[in-house]
């Protein structure tokens, strides 16, 4: 990964003061040693300027590429430095920013804006598919949307069903989280969630649900009685986090519809777990969208 660079607003905009700037930044961090082509792994290519950022051709198989291909900016007409002011926003504000933000502040169309956010928050949820929850875990349910008039209360709701696991150090303090919407909260549904995100292991606590009850032929499980008077402590952080994650969807984003509120949790999960890294949410954040797959708008909306 590049140098990482000083965080403010000042710094950020002496440095990448033009699409150049940008794109030779994206070059050190998609080839750190040096230019390699991606087809035959050759060291040595052609570089052609006769287009708005430079091609390069493979000296040993004449293999055609750029920068951007096979990242999240593949095909982009939108300016880098708008690119990198988004990333920037995106990886430093904890409160999430919204597309109708980045359409005024970078001068682009919403939709623009929409289909940026979007594809940063798949490159989130890509790098954290990487990593697994380790240790004493603790996990839940809950439930994410508007309240319905009339409509049922706790598990028999209608809103929208998220399975929440939370790793917790020796010391008893959260770690890592990992958030994920699923059809039903049947032992098979939790048991999936589990063998996904979780080390084998794991110790697991859990409220006494009974479809929990489906994880102790995998793990260690803990279940117990949620009684926030005579035991407040029992998944006394998870619930935390889960009343920051509301918080976080209803006042950025005002809410959302089942279809993309996978991505949004992606994005508060991905903040959560680089809390400490306060130097380097920005270069992690670009790394992510270089090494995560190019994605198109159709395919965002499916």
């Not at 969807?249 to 996978?262: D, F, N, R, V």
Request: charged content about 20%; proline content about 4%; overall charge positive.
């Amino acid at each position: 990964m590049a140098k990482q660079i000083p965080t403010t607003l000042f710094e950020f905009q002496n440095q990448f003061n033009s699409q150049e700037a940008c794109h030779d930044h994206l070059y050190k961090m998609k080839w750190p040693n040096g230019f390699q082509c991606p087809k035959c792994s050759h060291t040595r290519a052609y570089e052609i300027n006769t287009r708005k950022l430079p091609l390069y051709e493979c000296c040993a198989c004449r293999h055609q590429t750029t920068v951007l291909v096979g990242t999240v900016f593949e095909k982009t007409r939108t300016d880098l430095r708008k690119w990198f002011w988004a990333i920037f926003l995106a990886s430093h504000d904890k409160r999430g920013v919204s597309a109708q933000l980045i359409a005024n502040q970078l001068g682009v169309c919403y939709h623009t804006a929409w289909t940026m956010l979007h594809k940063i928050r798949r490159a989130m949820g890509s790098r954290d598919a990487h990593y697994q929850l380790g240790g004493l875990v603790e996990m839940d349910d809950s439930f994410f949307g508007a309240p319905t008039p009339g409509g049922k209360r706790g598990r028999g709701t209608d809103k929208v069903k998220v399975l929440i696991g939370l790793s917790l150090n020796h010391k008893g303090y959260p770690t890592f989280l990992k958030m994920k919407v699923v059809p039903n909260l049947r032992g098979s549904t939790l048991t999936e969630f589990a063998q996904h995100n979780l080390e084998d292991q794991s110790t697991v606590l859990s409220d006494a649900y009974r479809s929990y009850n489906a994880l102790s032929a995998d793990y260690d499980h803990s279940p117990q009685n949620f009684s926030p008077d005579s035991n407040p402590d029992h998944l006394k952080w998870l619930h935390i986090i889960v009343s920051n994650a509301k918080a976080f969807i209803m006042g950025t984003y005002h809410g959302l519809s089942e279809k993309h509120l996978q991505s949004y949790l992606d994005e508060f999960c991905y903040r959560f777990n680089r809390r400490s890294f306060k130097g380097e949410l920005f270069n992690r954040l670009v790394h992510c969208c270089l090494t995560n797959q190019p994605v198109t708008y159709p395919e965002l909306i499916r």
